[in-house]
C-alpha cells in the first residue's frame, strides 16, 4: 500500500521567508501533484510533475524518484501564500489518487 | 479554473435521510471522483466514474452510492446519513486519455449531519 507522508505539519513563517514543504512516498509513481487549498476554499493544482523541476511564480516544486521524495518551496513569501498545502500520488493503471495530509502554512506580515 | 461545479455548497440534515450531492462539469473529462476531507486524514476516494454508467468503489465506499447517467453529471448519495458522514465533498475530474493526468477539483460541499 502506498503511504504519503507530509512534513512539516504546521508552519508558520515571516514574510519574505523561503519556505520548503516535503512529501514522501513509499511506492513508484507515474505523476506527483501539489494543492493549494485556502481556509473554507477549494482545492487548486500547482503543479503536476514527474520529473525534475517545474517553477511557476515564485513556487518550485522538484521531484527525486530514486528517493522516493518531492519538495515544494516558496520563494519570498507573503501572507496570501497562507494555506494547506497537499501532496497527491497518482500511479499508472489505476488513475487513483493518494493524497497526504497536509502541511498548514501560516506567513506572518 | 476548470469547469466543475458542486452543488450544494453547504448542507444540514437529518440523521436518517436522503442526501445528494452533485457533480457537474463542462470539461468532457472522462473520469469523475468523489472524495471527502476529515480532520487528520488525506482526502479518501468515495467512489469514482470512468465513463458514462461505469463506476467503481474507492476506499471509503460505505454508505453512499453514486449514479453517472451522462458525462457531465456525477451524482452523490446517502441513502440514509449518519453523523459519520459530516465532512467536507470533493468532487474532481480527470482525464488520463488525453494524456493529462492532471486532477482538477470543485470548490467542495460541506455537509453537516445533525
Known amino acids: 500500500k502506498n503511504e504519503v507522508e507530509q512534513s512539516p505539519q504546521n508552519l508558520t513563517a515571516q514574510e519574505g521567508e523561503f519556505i520548503t514543504i516535503n512529501c514522501s512516498y513509499s511506492?513508484?509513481?507515474?505523476?506527483l501533484h501539489w494543492l493549494q487549498q485556502h481556509p473554507g476554499g477549494g482545492i487548486v493544482s500547482l503543479f503536476m510533475l514527474s520529473s525534475g523541476k517545474k517553477k511557476h511564480g515564485r513556487l518550485i516544486a522538484t521531484i527525486n524518484i530514486q528517493e522516493k521524495h518531492s519538495s515544494l518551496h516558496i520563494t519570498a513569501s507573503h501572507p496570501r501564500d497562507s494555506a494547506v498545502y497537499i501532496c497527491?500520488?497518482?500511479?499508472?493503471?489505476?488513475?487513483?489518487?493518494?493524497f497526504g495530509t497536509g502541511t498548514r502554512l501560516k506567513v506572518l506580515a | 479554473d476548470a469547469g466543475i461545479t458542486q452543488s450544494p455548497r453547504h448542507k444540514v440534515t437529518e440523521t436518517g435521510t436522503p442526501v445528494t450531492l452533485r457533480c457537474h462539469q463542462t470539461e468532457n473529462h472522462r473520469y469523475m471522483y468523489w472524495y471527502r476531507q476529515d480532520p487528520g486524514h488525506g482526502l479518501r476516494l468515495i467512489h469514482y466514474?470512468?465513463?458514462?454508467?461505469?463506476?467503481d468503489k474507492g476506499e471509503v465506499s460505505d454508505g453512499y452510492s453514486v449514479s453517472r447517467s451522462k458525462t457531465e453529471d456525477f451524482l452523490l448519495t446517502l441513502e440514509s446519513a449518519t453523523s459519520s458522514q459530516t465532512s467536507v465533498y470533493f468532487c474532481?475530474?480527470?482525464?488520463?486519455?488525453?494524456?493529462?493526468?492532471?486532477?482538477?477539483f470543485g470548490q467542495g460541499t460541506r455537509l453537516t449531519v445533525v
Open positions: 511506492v513508484g509513481i507515474s505523476a
Open positions: 497527491a500520488v497518482g500511479y499508472s493503471g489505476t488513475y487513483k489518487y493518494i
Open positions: 474532481a475530474i480527470s482525464d488520463p486519455t488525453r494524456g493529462e493526468t492532471e486532477a482538477f
Open positions: 466514474s470512468y465513463g458514462v454508467k461505469d463506476t
